[in-house]
């Protein structure tokens, strides 16, 4: 391969790189997240704490616990804001973390990839 071919493949794949990946951009993982809260309805008000209880097997004190976990590390925050980020957190926590396994049950009993 020609010195001036090679420059080319590695000028593209630099900004290949650059598109995916900008300064700020969320990571895949955080995006996948972000797409599963929003594909389960979680709209807001009563949907949010309905969902959190019933991900949290009907215990209203580990929804306390989620809830007041994402205003310490968000100060400022309103509620909705608050139950967003703990359904995320659950999601991140139970379908899209490291500790999984590809083609495992998930809590709901559906198979992820």
């Given at each position: 391969?020609?010195?001036?071919?090679?420059?080319?493949?590695?000028?593209?794949?630099?900004?290949?790189?650059?598109?995916?990946?900008?300064?700020?951009?969320?990571?895949?993982?955080?995006?996948r997240?972000?797409?599963?809260?929003?594909?389960?309805?979680?709209?807001?008000?009563?949907?949010?704490?309905?969902?959190?209880?019933?991900?949290?097997?009907?215990?209203?004190?580990?929804?306390?616990?989620?809830?007041?976990?994402?205003?310490r590390?968000?100060?400022?925050?309103?509620?909705?804001?608050?139950?967003?980020?703990?359904?995320?957190?659950?999601?991140?926590?139970?379908?899209?973390?490291?500790?999984?396994?590809?083609?495992?049950?998930?809590?709901?009993?559906?198979?992820?990839?």
């Open positions: 391969m020609s010195p001036f071919a090679l420059l080319l493949l590695c000028a593209a794949a630099a900004v290949a790189c650059w598109a995916i990946w900008r300064p700020g951009a969320a990571a895949p993982r955080e995006r997240a972000a797409a599963e809260v929003e594909a389960a309805g979680a709209g807001g008000g009563r949907d949010d704490h309905a969902f959190l209880l019933d991900v949290c097997a009907g215990d209203g004190a580990e929804v306390l616990r989620r809830l007041e976990a994402e205003v590390r968000n100060p400022g925050i309103d509620d909705a804001q608050a139950y967003r980020r703990a359904i995320r957190s659950w999601f991140l926590e139970h379908r899209g973390g490291t500790h999984g396994e590809v083609g495992g049950e998930s809590r709901g009993g559906d198979v992820w990839l």
